[in-house]
């Protein structure tokens, strides 16, 4: 089937057992991932995009961590599969690429040596072949002189390099699915531009990606689709196009208003969302942008589920009535720009 | 690493040079030490007194007793015990040696061994019942005193039992290494108790070093290259952490090579470098007491320096720092 | 940011200052072999404005900007502050000037104490330079508590329990204390989730029209950079490659790395019409501060790059339409 999703995330759920109780991080989240798509994830501290993505591949390793739903993945629920067959799925099927490339790597191993490590956890390859995979893999990312790179140590690479390196290791085994959280964040905007086209152009050859980001301006240059996250929850979701250019979720507009930008006019004060990131654990029983949301009514008290507007692939979750979000949003905006922000009414 | 060797030999030099004239001060500034007295013999006549210290050279200035005191030790080679006439200083260290390197490296193996296991094996269990439990085995060794354990040891397998379980134990002492068997024999019990008091500090310091291992990220990364745990665990979280360890180690080996074995060599009888200086320093013998420090602290400085190459060995990020 | 007072006359103004910190030899090579941080910049600052200070890590800019506030010693060249020569005066003779020029540090949560209130935190200064008596102090403290958006209750509370936010605001207040012409923040919100980045950097925008501030703003993103400044300098390998007025520097940088710079940054396509820059992706790494290139320090991975540019060191003068840059052949004349 050309339509069946390559990853299908139903009503996942993440909560963590603390001394005060159970604190939910990631409540009921569902999103899927097609074969060869580009998937961007995008939300502040404390909106589950990372511990979701961490639940998927079985990474969360705390005791005190319970995970529910379903996380199909080429059919199978990857929730229910035995540690041994989940072991053969991470790394080989499903790679992931996390964000400090510093202290990604083992440092007292080559970073060939680590990448042959994996191919031959998957493979039955002889040392000798593993390895000049391992090279021609760096090579491939733009190590130059990878060949005696491949012996170097992570420490004797920089920022840029290692990511590099980290991202041959992912692709080593040649995933269906390559999970990045937050790859470029470390880095600068001159390195950052050159791993995105990295990422870009092994997604051509065939993975799909999942890019966890804080950065719209990542996912704009990047994504196919977009998931806009918030407590834990999807807020909304949709193509880059309709999303970047017709955002119906006040929390994206949020987003999408209050980063300064390089093009455009400057506005002498930006428009703010007010108060802070919900954290996990004080999550309102109704929608969770509510409190923050400067149009907020009656049914917000309900929680909002996603729905698509018009029967397009767009969808959010938020109770606004769906013709006019366009005007809504200036209005927003306009109130959003000059009130004081709420931090100090927000905080008890 | 010419480099290294060279900067290392001169340091050595420097804290041997340092140390040596400290126990000379020291030696000559305690009340009630003569020397002279010592040798001559009790109840010698001044005249007998005086020639002694004439002829040992102890009536000249202090700084040339000790360069003459150096000079014997080092270069002659001849310096003699001021207590058991006749006795030279060189021929004692030399053969006190063996004993105490046989008791230390046996001892170190079966600590670091025992140690590395219990360590890792406890992190690897952490949040279950086995971990505390294994601590609990490692406080007791560290907290029970040498000597206490020792003489328990030597009763139960000398007097109590030794007509039945442990009737193969030999009596206390120690056999050269051309017996073999014998060797081994006799220094299995001291080995054990050696080791016992060592193994569960590293077992506790290496727990510790392993479960942070195993929250970096590089842990992470190896879980999702789709390691096993067993894998993750011995090759990144166990190799990663071995590296404070082998520092601690370094030290803890010169000292005990140099003689910080003393309680173990005396309560079962080995005649090594801890038995020599204990012996020395009962007796004040200045000559044996200076050829035993100045032997000790030469084992710490040069333990320290294997352990900066093995540290480099371990670390790649120490080689070019 | 528009229709700002007027700039007036020159509060600080840098002449070629160098900071070089010596590496340790390694025994073999003679001779000693020297980290360039920062590497003869020479810039003005005027009252009342904002100089952004932009370039990516290790380009030097946080070292400039404790160098302009003296809280590290210059290797080389002289800062005045308000008139007054300040790199060389003794650290006595600095206490008075000291209240004049404060710092706002990256992350608060290193720069504050952790054992001590916010309260007593934001009052250390005011006690330090002998602001008044208890009551006194009190009655300020909590005046720039609010001044900053900070809620009373919260002057007994310790710096762990506020959110990153929160905690800047702290370090806004302390560095309010004594009432400054000049703050040097260094990277203020590059640690803060972008919705409370937009509410501190609104902060900074009205505490400046309200107590006619002068900033120097050091941070790496260059949306940020481009909204609180009235001017740029362009850092890159402990030099400045550019400095101009935002407008014209984001509309047409004049130095190669600039523009590189510029066109790396990932901007949200929100559909209104703004021309798509066209993108220069540097190839290779900013060489190491310790081996400079000679000449131009950019000419290594500039694609414009000529004979002259490796053996002459280009200044930063004037084009002949105005622009600062120090290149040899500048992208705008």
């Known amino acids: 089937m050309p339509d069946q999703p390559l990853l299908d995330v139903r009503d996942l759920r993440v909560s963590f057992r603390t001394r005060r109780g159970s604190v939910t991080v990631v409540d009921g989240l569902s999103f899927s991932v097609a074969p060869g798509e580009i998937l961007g994830v995008v939300g502040e501290s404390g909106s589950g995009k990372s511990v979701s993505m961490l639940a998927v591949l079985r990474l969360l390793t705390s005791p005190n961590v319970t995970v529910e739903g379903e996380v199909r993945f080429r059919g199978r629920d990857l929730l229910a599969l035995p540690d041994k067959d989940m072991r053969a799925v991470r790394g080989r099927e499903i790679a992931m690429v996390f964000q400090d490339p510093m202290t990604a790597l083992t440092p007292v191993y080559t970073v060939g040596w680590q990448i042959a490590e994996q191919i031959r956890a998957h493979e039955k390859v002889s040392r000798k072949e593993a390895h000049a995979r391992a090279v021609g893999l760096l090579s491939d990312v733009g190590i130059p002189d990878a060949a005696s790179r491949a012996n170097a140590y992570p420490h004797e690479f920089s920022g840029g390099m290692r990511q590099r390196a980290v991202i041959a290791m992912a692709l080593s085994c040649g995933p269906a699915l390559l999970i990045a959280d937050e790859p470029t964040t470390a880095l600068d905007v001159t390195v950052q531009a050159q791993i995105l086209d990295l990422m870009r152009e092994l997604n051509t050859e065939g993975s799909a990606v999942v890019l966890i980001t804080h950065d719209m301006g990542v996912i704009s240059q990047i994504a196919d689709r977009v998931l806009v996250m918030y407590g834990g929850r999807a807020a909304e979701e949709g193509p880059r196009r309709a999303v970047f250019h017709g955002p119906r979720h006040p929390y994206t507009w949020g987003l999408l208003d209050s980063v300064p930008r390089v093009g455009g006019p400057r506005l002498r004060r930006l428009p703010t969302i007010a108060g802070m990131p919900v954290a996990p654990g004080d999550l309102p029983e109704g929608c969770a942008f509510a409190p923050r949301c400067r149009l907020r009514h009656e049914q917000c008290a309900e929680r909002p589920q996603l729905r698509d507007f018009a029967g397009s692939a767009h969808r959010d979750a938020c109770w606004l009535p769906d013709d006019d979000r366009a005007a809504l949003r200036l209005t927003a905006r306009a109130a959003a720009t000059d009130v004081p922000d709420l931090e100090r009414e927000a905080t008890p | ?321 | 940011m528009t229709a700002r007072t007027t700039p007036s006359e020159v509060l600080l103004r840098a002449s070629d200052v160098t900071k070089h910190y010596p590496l340790r030899a390694d025994g073999f090579s003679r001779h000693r072999r020297v980290l360039r941080a920062v590497d003869g910049v020479s810039l003005e600052v005027r009252g009342g404005e904002t100089l952004g200070i932009v370039g990516e890590s290790g380009c030097g800019k946080s070292t400039l900007g404790r160098c302009l506030v003296r809280l590290t010693e210059l290797t080389g060249g002289r800062v005045e502050f308000d008139g007054q020569d300040i790199s060389t005066l003794s650290t006595r003779r600095l206490r008075p000037v000291r209240p004049g020029m404060q710092l706002v540090f990256q992350d608060p949560q290193a720069s504050l104490n952790p054992r001590r209130r916010a309260g007593d935190i934001v009052a250390e200064p005011l006690l330090v330079h002998r602001y008044g008596d208890a009551a006194a102090v009190r009655r300020r403290v909590a005046e720039l508590f609010d001044v900053v958006g900070l809620a009373a209750a919260h002057l007994d509370r310790y710096p762990h329990e506020f959110s990153g936010g929160q905690r800047q605001r702290i370090g806004i207040a302390r560095a309010l204390a004594t009432n400054p012409k000049l703050i040097v923040a260094d990277e203020p919100v590059s640690a803060l989730d972008v919705s409370i980045q937009a509410q501190v950097l609104n902060l900074f925008a009205d505490l400046q029209e309200e107590f006619a501030l002068t900033y120097v703003f050091i941070a790496h993103d260059l949306g940020v950079v481009r909204h609180v400044s009235d001017r740029i300098a362009v850092m890159y390998l402990g030099e400045i490659v550019e400095l101009d007025e935002t407008e014209a520097l984001y509309k047409e940088p004049a130095h190669p790395y600039t523009q590189a710079l510029l066109s790396a940054v990932p901007d949200i396509d929100d559909g209104a019409d703004a021309p798509r820059r066209e993108r220069i992706v540097l190839t290779g790494e900013v060489p190491n501060p310790v081996d400079k290139p000679t000449g131009c320090p950019f000419r290594t991975r500039c694609p414009y790059a000529r004979e002259l540019c490796a053996t002459e060191r280009p200044r930063l003068t004037p084009t002949a339409s105005g622009r600062h840059t120090a290149c040899h052949f500048p992208l705008i004349d």
């Open chain 2, 1 to 321: 690493m010419l480099q290294f060797i060279v900067k290392r030999f001169a340091s050595a030099l420097l804290v041997m040079f340092a140390i040596s004239v400290l126990v000379f001060l020291i030696f000559f500034a305690t009340p009630g030490v003569d020397p002279a007295a010592r040798i001559a013999g009790r109840n010698a006549d001044p005249a007998t007194l005086a020639q002694v210290r004439h002829s040992f050279g102890l009536d000249r200035p202090m700084p040339i007793r000790y360069l003459l005191m150096m000079r014997h030790l080092l270069i002659d080679r001849d310096l003699e015990s001021f207590v058991n006439r006749g006795s030279r200083v060189i021929p004692q260290i030399v053969q006190a040696t063996p004993v105490t390197l046989s008791l230390v490296i046996g001892a170190a193996l079966i600590w670091m061994t025992a140690g590395i296991i219990m360590g890792t094996a406890a992190a690897a269990l952490r949040g279950r019942a086995a971990d505390p439990l294994i601590m609990l085995v490692g406080v007791v060794g560290v907290s029970l005193p040498a000597y206490w354990l020792g003489e328990v040891v030597n009763l139960i397998t000398q007097k109590q039992l030794h007509s039945s379980v442990f009737s193969w134990v030999p009596p206390p002492g120690y056999v050269g290494l051309d017996h073999p068997g014998q060797w081994a024999l006799h220094l299995l019990f001291p080995w054990l108790t050696l080791a016992l008091l060592y193994a569960g500090i590293y077992a506790r310091l290496l727990r510790g070093e392993v479960v942070g291992a195993l929250n970096e990220d590089y842990v992470r990364t190896a879980r999702a290259k789709g390691l096993s745990e067993r894998r993750i665990l011995i090759r990144h979280a166990l190799r990663c952490s071995l590296i404070p360890i082998v520092s601690l180690f370094g030290l803890d080996f010169g000292a005990l090579v140099g003689g910080a074995a003393l309680l173990t060599e005396v309560v079962f009888g080995l005649p090594g470098i801890g038995k020599l200086t204990f012996d020395a320093l009962q007796n004040l013998d200045l000559p044996v007491i200076m050829g035993t420090v100045l032997y000790a602290a030469f084992f710490v400085v040069l333990a320290n320096a294997l352990v900066d190459i093995l540290y480099a060995r371990l670390d790649p990020r120490a080689r070019h720092a």
